[in-house]
């Protein structure tokens, strides 16, 4: 049922696809070999799915006496309505065997060097969230414990870390490592019951759901508030992702903070929307207040410029900001008034460009 690409495989795709790269490093004195995608175009998908293209989501070969190990992350699958086979339509007659919460945090997956166990994110060994998951693990035996017995088992576990450091768009307010699914490495087929154990062992595995009918997942996200969503795993293993509109919602605020997004807000007095979901410790709400400041610094810095300004006469005035940045701004607000120069700030910070020169970012 999924198709599982050797190297060579992985290779070939990478080397007829724009959309698929592979990532060399080393690690521990090991070559490595990461392969991901730039874009998620179903169609390139599509196109080479006979050679396993949809395992190329963080897939990792680890070479070992001249011999590659391959190590599956989770296959690719699309949202509800992103792609042909991933639509309403086709799905409403199908029926879901399983329902379990989607988690938002770092994707993570072990692999298993001398023994020993690491954890990568979907393209680093030396990622922030990697180090941190090696670090949970040492200090949690029944987490090592249970990752060896599935190697043994010739099955990798996947996990999801969650910090508020690392906050993508939900709000955890604690740092852990969350079981999300189990595959064979040989067959990649997924172990759909294997909360049971892992919950005896005592890991912590993403919330399961009873199992509704597609179109009561759909109307159960309109009001959902507290989780991203759902997968769904139908019958016939077709994977669904099913987002609730609040975090589709926040995932608009949040997905990639931009400057110009962020002064748009200030200026429209709606940067109370970031303050409410960043939880205070993640890196995003550092960056939010870095961007928060520096604008009102230069706004006020400014307004207080352009008052003094519009005071002068117009011969004066001229001569002292005929070569100054902002003197277009100045003129104006001279002209008109200085209710005017929010409305200027706002125009000239309304895209990247210009939000990164307003704010002197390098």
């Given at each position: 049922?999924?198709?599982l690409?050797s190297k060579?495989d ?8 724009k959309?698929?790269?592979r990532k060399?490093?080393?690690?521990l ?11 998620a ?9 006979d050679?396993?293209?949809y ?5 990792t070969?680890?070479?070992?006496d ?28 199908k029926k ?5 919460e ?6 993570l ?10 954890f990568?994110t979907?393209?680093?060994f030396e ?8 670090e ?12 060896l017995?599935?190697?043994?088992e010739?099955k ?5 870390y969650?910090?508020?450091k ?12 969350i079981?999300?699914q189990?595959?064979d ?12 154990e892992a919950?005896?062992e005592g890991?912590l ?8 009918s597609?179109?009561?997942?759909i109307?159960?996200a309109?009001t ?8 769904l ?7 669904v992702?099913?987002k ?15 400057p110009?997004?962020i ?6 007095k ?9 939880n205070?410790?993640s890196?995003?709400?550092e ?16 307004k207080?410029e352009?008052?003094k300004?519009i005071?002068?006469?117009k011969k ?6 005929a070569?100054?940045?902002?003197y ?7 002209n008109?008034g200085?209710?005017e120069?929010?409305?200027w700030?706002?125009?000239h ?5 210009g ?8």
């Open positions: 049922m999924f198709i690409p060579e992985a290779d070939f795709i990478v080397g007829h696809s959309q698929f790269f060399d490093d080393n690690f004195d090991r070559q490595t070999a990461v392969y991901h995608y730039k874009q175009k179903f169609e390139e998908f599509e196109k080479f799915k050679k396993g293209s395992e190329l989501r963080g897939l070969f680890i070479k070992n001249k011999k590659w190990k391959r190590f599956l992350a989770l296959h690719k699958f699309f949202e509800l309505n992103q792609a042909p086979g991933w639509m309403e339509e086709d799905l409403k007659n879901i065997i399983k329902a379990a989607k988690i938002d945090g770092s994707l997956q072990p692999v298993l060097i001398d023994g020993k166990i690491y990568k979907k393209l680093s990622a922030y969230q990697a180090k941190r998951a090696n949970i693990m040492l200090k949690n035996p029944a987490i090592k414990r249970y990752i017995d599935k190697f043994k010739n990798i576990p996947v996990f999801e969650i910090s508020p690392s906050q993508v768009v939900m709000d955890y307010g604690k740092e852990d490592l079981l999300i189990v595959r490495l040989k067959t990649g087929e997924y172990d759909l019951e294997f909360e049971k919950k005896r890991l595995c993403a919330k399961e759901f009873e199992i509704k597609l179109k009561e997942f109307k159960l309109e959902k508030k507290d989780i991203e969503g759902w997968i795993i139908f019958e016939d293993m077709k994977f992702k099913v609730t509109d609040e975090y589709l919602r926040r995932h608009k605020l949040l997905g990639k903070i931009q110009h997004e002064i748009a807000a200030i200026l429209e709606r940067d109370y929307e970031y303050k409410e979901i960043l205070k410790k890196e995003k709400y960056y939010f207040r870095e961007i928060e400041n520096k604008f009102w610094e230069k706004y006020n810095k400014l207080k352009a008052k300004a005071k002068l006469p004066v005035f001229k001569k002292k900001y070569f100054h940045p902002y277009e701004l100045f003129a104006m607000c001279k008109r200085m209710e120069f929010d409305g700030i706002k125009k910070t309304a895209r990247f460009k939000a990164k020169k307003f704010l002197e970012l390098d």
